[in-house]
């Protein structure tokens, strides 16, 4: 007599729906490093430039700017934050694509995290399995379309 081998679906081990202890903690933390990013781009003043909004934060000009006169790739991210931080969607694009995308993606995983560390449902194990390599290579597409676009709008003042 041969015994029912298990089929993959029943030998597949699931994560619970449940966030452990440890799981919240994390996403407490996700949570609170987003809403701290989100609350500085609001307090800060978007540059006329475009680009140079962080040296309010006490940071040094971008070498790439200083040395180049051209945009590194992540030019004009925290001025595209802090138009967001005002409530300037359009400007935000408009000075940085990828940084208006961002400020959308710092948002989603700030109440994502929020949810999870509060009420313990776990939204890792539903949002995991989308972060495929093609989601990567899409996300570094548009960081480097951004890129170009910044390069091309580089001596524009907004």
Not at 64 to 92: I, N, R
Not at 132 to 151: E, H, Q, S
Request: positive net charge.
């Amino acid at each position: 007599m041969q015994m029912n081998q298990p089929s993959p679906r029943q030998t597949e081990r699931t994560e619970p729906l449940h966030a452990t202890l440890g799981d919240r903690i994390g996403s407490g933390v996700i949570a609170l490093l987003c809403l701290t990013v989100l609350s500085l781009s609001a307090w800060l003043s978007p540059a006329k430039d475009g680009h140079g909004t962080h040296t309010q934060l006490g940071l040094a000009p971008c070498m790439w700017a200083v040395a180049l006169d051209k945009p590194c790739p992540t030019c004009g991210m925290t001025t595209s934050f802090s138009h967001a931080g005002e409530g300037s969607w359009v400007q935000a694009a408009k000075v940085q694509p990828m940084g208006a995308i961002l400020v959308l993606i710092t948002a989603t995983v700030f109440w994502g995290a929020s949810i999870q560390t509060i009420t313990g449902a776990r939204l890792s194990a539903v949002i995991q399995p989308s972060l495929t390599p093609r989601i990567f290579l899409i996300f570094g597409l548009l960081l480097l379309g951004a890129w170009f676009y910044k390069i091309a709008t580089w001596q524009t003042t907004w």
